[in-house]
């Protein structure tokens, strides 16, 4: 259930970052797509550094909110990071 968390929360966080920033715009279903694989990416390295009850500490309130925060943070990276690379192959 956690790592569901994290996946829709990065698909939200990619979109919103697509949204607040529009030079990384890439489409809704890249930008989805990003947020999703960063999303699961967040959500596993905060957990690898030791923040495991920040995200993926269970149903509790707190791990649900470090899920989103992580997910949704980890999204709008890794959207970030796919936009500049498309920028820079396409050029």
């Known amino acids: 259930m956690e790592l ?8 939200v966080g990619g979109n919103a970052a697509a949204k607040v ?3 990384i715009d890439q489409g809704v279903l890249i ?3 990003s947020g999703i694989v960063g999303g699961g990416l967040g959500g596993t390295i905060l ?3 030791g923040a495991g009850g920040l995200a993926g500490g269970g149903m509790d309130i707190a791990g649900i909110i470090g899920q989103l925060a992580s997910g949704g ?3 709008g990276v890794v959207l970030a ?5 498309r ?3 396409g050029k």
């Open 81 to 85: 990071i796919v936009s500049v690379l």
């Open 47 to 49: 957990s690898a550094l």
């Open 87 to 89: 920028n820079a192959l």
């Open 31 to 33: 930008n989805s797509i």
């Open 4 to 11: 569901l968390i994290s996946l829709l929360a990065g698909a």
């Open 21 to 23: 920033v529009g030079k």
């Open 73 to 75: 943070v980890g999204g």
